[in-house]
């Protein structure tokens, strides 16, 4: 299985900073990584897709970038609503793997 | 637009068998695939498997393999997820995704999530 490692697993932030997350996968997973934003007690999210891709109604403060094993999500200007737990994910082979999360607190 | 709407809280005991419902709405039904995920509590995500409402096709991770079972109903656009002989580390928040098509695995759209709670 594709193991997807996630840095830092926490950070702490303050509205209106940049904050960067990064993703790397165990092999070439090519640009099939995606990002989902997760609150407290509610359903994942769907964020970025093929690695640098907005979803639909997803502000443009987030983007991603990235390619083969290295990927990153950024947030520019975080607002309150950011302030969640982070996952990435490879969609390239079987077994669809997660990351193990990233925490975003507010400083 | 696109919903997935589970069904409700289950508490099962060791050894017995849940079905958790996925009704679905907004989109052709037949044209994506319908995934699991399951989330322990305080824990990841992690990926069961998918059922392709066109034919019934499954995908199911190994972990699973011989425990689950993923149907789906064209007639009321509804996917299931039946897992069987149960235990305490199945406890977790099931939910349903439905992928982005074209054979393209990304979860696009998000069911609510199911708790199922075992426990004797």
């Known amino acids: 299985d594709i193991q997807m490692t996630q840095s830092p697993s926490s950070l702490s932030a303050s509205v209106g900073d940049r904050v960067t997350i990064t993703c790397r996968a165990s092999?070439?997973?090519?640009?099939?990584l995606a990002w989902f934003q997760q609150r407290p007690g509610k359903a994942p999210k769907s964020l970025i897709y093929l690695a640098s891709s907005l979803q639909s109604g997803v502000p443009s403060r987030f983007s991603g970038s990235g390619y083969g094993t290295d990927f990153t999500l950024t947030i520019n200007s975080l607002q309150p609503e950011d302030f969640a737990t982070y996952y990435c994910q490879q969609y390239n082979f079987y077994p669809l793997t997660f990351g193990q999360g990233t925490r975003l607190e507010m400083k | 637009q696109v919903e997935l709407v589970q069904s409700g809280a289950e508490v099962k005991k060791p050894g017995a068998s849940v079905k958790v419902s996925c009704k679905t709405s907004g989109y052709s039904f037949t044209g994506y695939h319908i995934h699991w995920v399951r989330q322990a509590p305080g824990q990841g995500l992690e990926w069961m498997g998918w059922v392709n409402p066109n034919g019934g096709g499954t995908h199911y991770t190994e972990q699973f393999q011989g425990r689950v079972t993923m149907t789906s109903d064209t007639s009321i656009t509804t996917a299931y997820m039946e897992l069987s002989s149960l235990r305490s580390d199945d406890t977790a928040v099931y939910y349903c995704?439905?992928?982005?098509?074209?054979?393209?695995?990304?979860?696009?759209?998000w069911g609510q999530g199911t708790l199922v709670s075992v426990s004797s």
């Open positions: 995704a439905r992928d982005q098509g074209y054979q393209l695995l990304f979860l696009e759209f």
């Open positions: 092999q070439d997973i090519s640009e099939y």
